[in-house]
């Protein structure tokens, strides 16, 4: 018998929206080739203030946990073996690439689901679901309500899903 997946939920708030491109059209290829199911993706950036994503305030709740999901699931892999999925944007994001100009100073995250994100928009103090397009963008606040596994394609990387995006205010422009 196969053992229940264990999720971590957790919400991160205060991030800006990155990528938009999936999150409401779903791709249905990878790396050129057809994927069985849709997959729905997002992405955010959230400001760097300490050496390493765990510290950082903003990502206290998902760093309670990922913390969680490693004692649950993974603690016979050595934590410095864990594939997380936040990655430092200070870092380049392919061998031989420079690091990406919007990303510097930040922490990146990206997170996918196989079912259509909840998509929200705070207006006159209440979330209400998104039925214009055009009012979102690359840039603008969000908050993002995020479940955690062990990925299923390797057993010493953390996946993240993402289950609802909450957009709270607009921000600068990214061009991404």
Same mark, same amino acid.
């Given at each position: 018998m196969a $053992? #229940?997946?264990?999720?971590? @939920?957790t919400t991160v708030f205060n991030g800006r929206a990155? /990528?938009?491109k999936n999150l409401w059209e779903p791709s249905t290829s990878?790396? /050129?080739?057809? @994927? +069985?199911?849709?997959?729905y993706l997002f992405a955010f950036i959230v400001p760097k203030t300490r050496g390493h994503w765990s510290e950082e305030p903003q990502f206290a709740g998902f760093t309670q &946990? &990922? #913390? +969680?999901?490693? #004692? @649950?699931?993974?603690?016979h892999i050595p934590f410095p073996q864990i594939i997380w999925p936040v990655k430092d944007g200070d870092m380049s994001p392919e061998v /031989?690439? *420079? *690091? !990406? +100009?919007? $990303?510097?100073?930040?922490w990146l995250l990206s997170g996918s689901s196989s079912?259509? !994100? +909840?998509?929200?928009?705070v207006q006159n103090g209440v979330p209400v679901k998104i039925m214009n397009r055009a009012l979102v963008k690359p840039g603008d606040f969000v908050a993002?309500?995020? $479940?955690? $596994?062990?990925n299923a394609n390797t057993a010493n990387a953390v996946k993240c899903y993402i289950n609802s995006?909450?957009?709270m205010g607009p921000g600068e422009e990214i061009a991404v």
């Amino acid at each position: 018998m196969a $053992a #229940q997946r264990i999720y971590k @939920q957790t919400t991160v708030f205060n991030g800006r929206a990155t /990528g938009l491109k999936n999150l409401w059209e779903p791709s249905t290829s990878y790396k /050129g080739k057809p @994927q +069985e199911r849709p997959n729905y993706l997002f992405a955010f950036i959230v400001p760097k203030t300490r050496g390493h994503w765990s510290e950082e305030p903003q990502f206290a709740g998902f760093t309670q &946990a &990922a #913390q +969680e999901l490693y #004692q @649950q699931a993974m603690s016979h892999i050595p934590f410095p073996q864990i594939i997380w999925p936040v990655k430092d944007g200070d870092m380049s994001p392919e061998v /031989g690439k *420079p *690091p !990406i +100009e919007w $990303a510097k100073n930040h922490w990146l995250l990206s997170g996918s689901s196989s079912t259509p !994100i +909840e998509t929200n928009i705070v207006q006159n103090g209440v979330p209400v679901k998104i039925m214009n397009r055009a009012l979102v963008k690359p840039g603008d606040f969000v908050a993002v309500g995020i $479940a955690l $596994a062990v990925n299923a394609n390797t057993a010493n990387a953390v996946k993240c899903y993402i289950n609802s995006v909450l957009f709270m205010g607009p921000g600068e422009e990214i061009a991404v």
